[in-house]
């Protein structure tokens, strides 16, 4: 079965420091999303991306927040300068067509804890 | 934008009966909702989705109903089973809005 996989697991990094968190999403989908949870809360929407540029994004995705996909598979976010703040678990998600179609796949998720 | 609410926040029950989750949303233009599960560790996973089109839906021993009319919905679990175990997440879409509103999810326990 196709799958959104992610990585690295988890990332600890000082605050400050730059960080990216790579995806790659299923094969056909055209739609791709970053969803943050942070520990115990909900899955929090962050940006969507759809035909090479970001279609939607939070409050949250500030300018410290970039969403890149620099070849036909990967799909990348990049923090740069991380905060304690930033610590959560990040998922990757893609989907075929719009969100209301059918099931949104997400991957694993990156756990970046920030020190 | 889409305001999702969730209860209970935790639920526990025996093995082989029912649980019931309930959510309301706030956006009257929202016309997809999906259910999610997530168990630990993993990321969140399709078990059951309505649209406004659509009262009640259901899949073995999953259903989900929908009132339009008062903005909330529910997901509906029989004979719960030890593997129901998990964390589960309503969440909605609106219109052509390219993204899911969580709500607050709840930690489902299935006690033998």
């Known amino acids: 079965e196709p799958e959104v996989t992610q990585t690295p697991s988890h990332q600890v990094t000082q605050m400050g420091q730059e960080v990216i968190l790579r995806c790659v999403p299923i094969?056909?989908?055209?739609?791709f999303y970053w969803y943050r949870q942070i520990l115990g809360q909900k899955v929090e929407f962050l940006v969507s991306?759809?035909?090479?540029?970001?279609?939607?994004k939070s409050e949250i995705f500030d300018d410290q927040f970039s969403v890149e996909r620099p070849d036909g598979s990967n799909f990348t976010l990049k923090i740069r300068s991380t905060k304690l703040e930033d610590s959560a678990m990040y998922f990757c998600?893609?989907?075929?067509?719009?969100?209301?179609?059918?099931?949104?796949?997400f991957g694993e998720g990156s756990r970046l804890t920030v020190l | 934008g889409e305001n999702v609410e969730q209860h209970p926040s935790t639920l526990s029950v025996q093995e082989g009966d029912s649980a019931v989750i309930k959510c309301t949303y706030s956006?009257?233009?929202?016309?997809?909702f999906p259910w999610y599960k997530q168990e630990l560790g993993k990321g969140p996973q399709l078990i059951i989705d309505?649209?406004?089109?659509?009262g009640e839906k259901k899949d073995q021993r999953i259903a989900v109903t929908l009132n339009k009319t008062a903005k909330h919905f529910s997901l509906h679990i029989t004979e719960t089973q030890p593997e129901d175990s998990a964390v589960y997440f309503c969440?909605?879409?609106?219109?052509?809005?390219?993204?899911?509103?969580f709500g607050t999810g709840t930690r489902l326990q299935v006690t033998l």
């Open positions: 998600a893609s989907i075929y067509a719009s969100p209301n179609t059918g099931e949104l796949f």
């Open positions: 094969s056909n989908h055209l739609y």
């Open positions: 991306f759809y035909n090479n540029e970001i279609s939607e």
């Open positions: 956006d009257s233009a929202s016309n997809y």
């Open positions: 309505i649209r406004s089109n659509v």
């Open positions: 969440a909605a879409v609106t219109g052509t809005a390219s993204k899911l509103t």
